[in-house]
């Protein structure tokens, strides 16, 4: 909070000179990270730092060892592993995702897509399969696009120690809807194509 507060006494003087400042911060399995990014708007008018502590939704996925903190302009949906975890997607959208899909008149492609991983991304043991959900999404992609919202499949494995007892995987699956108006650069921190996970990571 008192980055927070020295940042906003010095804030307009920056812009005044064409220069953004943002406070950024990202946790993870090895810990937190904080970092100011000072942007040049007359060079990047359009970008939007992701981690910028004062654009956060409120939005988090929370796995075993750290919380994922999302920023405004992305919708997130957890694709739980455990009970019918079909049927709690059908029944409820979250809020986040709603405003979204009404906004961009996408009330019709989410229920198409969503029908389409129930069906078809389903892997053993009733699980979710990351590689029919990533095929999946990308052939829902472009209906989306075509109105302004990308789609990405994250995942997150880690490893739970028994101690003397060896231990187990968890799995954590979500769908990442951006709208590209508010987040024109958005990357998905556990994108399914660039973190494919291989044995015990909590990164």
């Known amino acids: ?24 911060k990202r946790k993870s399995g090895s810990g937190t990270y ?4 000072f942007i040049d708007t007359d060079v990047v008018s359009d970008y939007v730092p992701q981690y910028d502590v004062a654009n956060l939704s409120g939005q988090v996925v929370k796995t075993c060892y750290t919380t994922i903190e999302f920023p405004n302009g992305v919708a997130v949906e957890e694709l ?16 986040f995702v709603e405003k979204m899909m009404i906004k961009k008149n996408l009330i019709n492609e989410y229920n198409a897509i ?3 991983f129930c069906e078809a991304g389903v892997g053993k043991r009733k699980g979710w399969d990351i590689d029919k959900l990533n095929e999946i999404a990308k052939a829902h992609a472009p209906k989306f696009q075509a109105k302004g919202v ?11 120690s028994h101690g ?11 769908i990442e809807f951006v709208d ?10 556990r994108d399914a194509d660039s973190k494919k996970e291989k ?4 990164m």
């Open 1 to 24: 909070m008192e980055f927070v507060n020295i940042l906003y006494l010095f804030q307009e003087d920056f812009a005044e000179k064409g220069v953004k400042v943002a406070l950024c």
């Open 34 to 37: 904080r970092w100011l990014e």
């Open 80 to 95: 739980k592993r455990y009970g019918n975890a079909r049927k709690k997607l059908k029944e409820k959208m979250p809020v």
């Open 114 to 116: 969503v029908d389409d």
């Open 150 to 160: 990308a789609i990405f499949i994250s995942h997150k494995q880690e490893y739970i």
């Open 164 to 174: 003397q007892y060896g231990g187990h995987l968890e799995y954590f699956r979500w």
């Open 180 to 189: 590209r108006e508010e987040q024109p650069n958005y990357f998905p921190q």
């Open 199 to 202: 044995g015990c990571v909590v």
